[in-house]
T-cell receptor, first 114, second 116 residues
Framework: EAQVTQNPRYLITVTGKKLTVTCSQN?????MSWYRQDPGLGLRQIYY???????DKGDVPEGYKVSRKEKRNFPLILESPSPNQTSLYFC?????????????FGEGSWLTVV | AQSVSQHNHHVILSEAASLELGCNYS??????LFWYVQYPGQHLQLLLK????DPLVKGIKGFEAEFIKSKFSFNLRKPSVQWSDTAEYFC??????????????WGLGTSLAVNP
């Protein structure tokens, strides 16, 4: 079954404590991306990756890092989380083969920074 | 800059009522259009998408949408809703010439509640 798996699904952490949200897909997709969803602001792209070792900033990259060492994994790293990073995070993946291919989403990770 | 506007933030319907959710986008070039649904506690799922061809697109669960290029619109419709359609609905756009970034520009979503 085609899946994008995120962990953890729910996390409460304290300001400044580094955390990583993992994302893994089993579809051999080249493209992966992270979004955050906030009330009144919708979903905004944080980072994306077109393939292994190729990453680029989206619209709201500040305070985040990513890496793409393997095709299937695209972790989101918050080196020093702050309360304004409290949000719902979605990982997404897609093939780059045909324009407009379906983008698959993970189940979301609720992050609260206190 | 691209943007997507969803007209209704909250919609409440009774079962068997007809549904139409409005979506307008601003972008001068060729676009790919999507409707995603997010059921309570679940991930975003694709309802339907338009790339080219017939502007009337059929999706899953009886949903359809019509692309009207002259109006920059991609409204979602369902003739008869069910309680299980209660969810958040998102319209999204991806510019066809966006290169390799499959970034979607999202509307703010419409929360649909269907009363049994």
């Amino acid at each position: 079954e085609a899946q994008v798996t995120q962990n953890p699904r729910y996390l409460i952490t304290v300001t400044g404590k580094k955390l990583t949200v993992t994302c893994s897909q089993n579809m051999n997709h080249e493209y992966m991306s992270w979004y955050r969803q906030d009330p009144g602001l919708g979903l905004r792209q944080i980072y994306y990756s077109m393939n292994v070792e190729v990453t680029d900033k989206g619209d709201v990259p500040e305070g985040y890092k990513v890496s793409r060492k393997e095709k299937r994994n695209f972790p989101l790293i918050l080196e020093s989380p702050s309360p304004n990073q409290t949000s719902l995070y979605f990982c997404a993946s897609s093939s780059l083969g045909v324009a407009g291919n379906t983008i698959y989403f993970g189940e979301g990770s609720w992050l609260t920074v206190v | 800059a691209q943007s997507v506007s969803q007209h209704n933030h909250h919609v409440i319907l009774s079962e068997a009522a007809s549904l139409e959710l409005g979506c307008n986008y601003s972008y001068g070039g060729t676009v790919n259009l999507f409707w995603y649904v997010q059921y309570p506690g679940q991930h975003l799922q694709l309802l339907l998408k338009y790339f080219s061809g017939d502007p009337l697109v059929k999706g899953i669960k009886g949903f359809e949408a019509e692309f009207i290029k002259s109006k920059f619109s991609f409204n979602l419709r369902k003739p008869s809703v069910q309680w299980s359609d209660t969810a958040e609905y998102f319209c999204a756009v991806n510019a066809s010439n966006a290169g390799n970034n499959r970034k979607l520009i999202w509307g703010l979503g419409t929360s649909l509640a269907v009363n049994p």
